[in-house]
């Protein structure tokens, strides 16, 4: 059982940067595959990106490629998530996710944190 927990979430302007962090738990943090999900108020939970076991791959959303950065430190046991360039549309609960296995493009992901709240003012 993997528990994961968010961090670095918070109140920024736009075109302000926040890196959020999700530590990881109970489990071989290298075997898995890392992703980030959003969900904002009224709208369903979406991708923003994932990151391979060694975190030599990454995929992300159309709305956050150029902006956003995954990346990982196995050593640490925790991904992160650089995000420049804010919008107040990227006001959302942040959440992390693991899944065992390496793809990046496979969104069924079995463990999930709490969620961090970002929030983005004009």
């Known amino acids: 059982q993997v528990q994961l927990v968010e961090s670095g979430g918070g109140l920024v302007q736009a075109g302000g940067s926040l890196r959020l962090s999700c530590a990881a738990s109970?489990?071989?943090?290298?075997?898995?595959?890392m992703g980030w999900f959003r969900q904002a108020p009224g709208k369903e939970r979406e991708f923003v990106g994932a990151?391979?076991?060694?975190?030599?791959?990454?995929a992300y959303a159309d709305s956050v490629k150029g902006r956003f950065t995954i990346s990982r430190d196995n050593a640490k046991n925790t991904v992160y998530l650089q995000m420049n360039s804010l919008k107040p549309e990227d006001t959302a609960v942040y959440y992390c996710a693991a899944r065992l296995g390496n793809g990046v493009y496979n969104l069924n992901y079995d463990y999930w944190g709490q969620g961090t709240q970002v929030t983005v003012s004009s």
């Open positions: 109970g489990g071989t943090f290298s075997r898995y595959a």
């Open positions: 990151i391979s076991w060694s975190g030599g791959a990454t």
